[in-house]
């Protein structure tokens, strides 16, 4: 069993930043084999696969509505996994995700996880 816990949402204004944090812990979870990530879905919309990383962090992928402008990161020791969002738009509104997959190789669609957190709320205002 895989838990997963966001923080960090909130309001902010076009162009701000926010960072986002997840705390994983479970019996079976187990830094050494889980490619992690961050999704996020605004209403309407299908989920939408922003980043992702090995349980190195030796490799990543990005969405391209993200490219250059969100940076994931890990810290096993910690069992947390972090998303630095910078020059955030309006079109950023949505729930975001923190989500897990037991790989050892990147995730490159949202749907390819296995256990995701509750999720946590930004909303940019223009």
């Known amino acids: 069993q895989v838990e997963l816990v966001e923080s960090g949402g909130g309001l902010v204004q076009a162009g701000g930043s926010l960072r986002l944090s997840c705390a994983a812990s479970g019996r079976t979870f187990d830094v050494y084999d889980m490619a992690m990530g961050w999704f996020r879905q605004a209403p309407g919309k299908e989920r939408e696969l922003l980043a992702s990383?090995?349980?190195?962090?030796?490799?990543?992928y990005y969405g391209d509505a993200v490219k250059g402008r969100f940076t994931i990161s890990r810290d096993n020791a910690k069992k947390a996994v972090y998303l630095q969002m910078n020059s955030l738009k309006p079109d950023d509104t949505a729930v975001y995700y923190c989500?897990?997959?037991?790989?050892?190789?990147?995730?490159?669609?949202?749907?390819?996880?296995?256990?995701w957190g509750q999720g946590t709320q930004v909303t940019v205002l223009s």
């Open positions: 989500a897990a997959r037991r790989t050892t190789t990147l995730v490159v669609a949202a749907s390819e996880f296995e256990d």
């Open positions: 990383i090995i349980w190195s962090g030796s490799s990543t």
